[in-house]
């Protein structure tokens, strides 16, 4: 496993190994975990030579605070990274990716970037869409793979693919969980132990709510939810919004032929926990 911190170096290399070869991505932020590791297992099958990028991106955090908070654990995620045998590591400096301009871009998401996180936490995914699109331009992969638990940011790195004419396969992948059905999440190391212990309440709501969407009203499934929560007293839900998987549009009446999906965001302390289930 070869490891780089700089744009140059790291394009050389892949320059070197990809004639005739196809590049699987896996973007990540560090703080690895057995989700990520999934994503480059899939990666490794579907592809000659997987390549993985840490970098904690200061441009799509809204508070400061998280970034500064934001775990950093590079030593163990090279471990982890050899274990998969990763053949590739791009681990570059803020400086490295912005020069001494750590900005966004302005992007239009067609109307994505406003539903549920958007809401939420202004300009980040302007953030998002920087980053991703500046490591596609430096690796230039053939399929570039993305977790499902953050489905809205997966739709919203779909688009920007689609309108910006680029020319790679995104892969959505299944969210991985922990056996007790949490959400695996580089945040989840920093919940206290009560609320670590509760957190399966959240995907088991979840379900339920997919349950009931087979015969209730969307409305009347929120609301079931919303009492849930209320009545639960380690946790604040921040949304749980049931949205059409294409537009991330919520719904008002459900129709057959459309696709939807449940999204929640709850507080866990201080600690921002998100989830979603196919419906």
Not at 91 to 103: F, G, Q, R, V
Not at 179 to 189: F, K
Not at 253 to 262: F, T
């Amino acid at each position: 496993m070869l490891v780089f911190a700089k744009i140059k170096s790291v394009q050389q290399k892949i320059e070197s190994l990809k004639k005739g070869t196809t590049v699987g991505f896996v973007p990540t932020m560090g703080a690895l975990h057995k989700g990520h590791l999934s994503l480059i297992e899939r990666a490794k099958k579907e592809n000659d030579i997987v390549v993985v990028s840490v970098f904690v991106n200061p441009t799509q955090f809204d508070k400061q605070e998280d970034l500064i908070n934001y775990p950093k654990t590079i030593e163990k995620d090279l471990s982890l990274l050899k274990s998969v045998f990763c053949d590739l590591v791009f681990a570059p400096s803020a400086k490295e990716i912005y020069a001494d301009n750590i900005t966004s871009q302005s992007f239009n998401f067609d109307g994505l970037e406003f539903q549920m996180e958007g809401k939420f936490r202004v300009g980040h995914f302007d953030g998002v869409g920087t980053i991703v699109k500046r490591l596609f331009e430096i690796v230039k992969p053939t399929k570039a793979y993305f977790g499902e638990k953050d489905f809205q940011q997966l739709q919203i790195i779909r688009n920007m693919v689609k309108n910006h004419k680029i020319p790679i396969k995104i892969v959505g992948c299944e969210i991985f969980r922990e056996a007790d059905g949490l959400a695996m999440s580089s945040r989840n190391a920093r919940l206290t132990e009560a609320h670590r212990e509760a957190a399966p309440f959240i995907y088991k709501t979840l379900k339920q709510a997919k349950v009931k969407f087979g015969t209730e009203s969307a409305l009347d499934v929120v609301n079931w939810v919303e009492n849930e929560f209320e009545k639960h007293p380690l946790f604040k839900l921040e949304y749980f919004e049931i949205a059409d998987e294409e537009t991330l549009l919520t719904i008002k009446n459900k129709n057959p032929k459309q696709k939807y999906r449940a999204f929640i965001a709850v507080f866990a302390g201080k600690i921002r926990l998100i989830d979603n289930i196919s419906l």
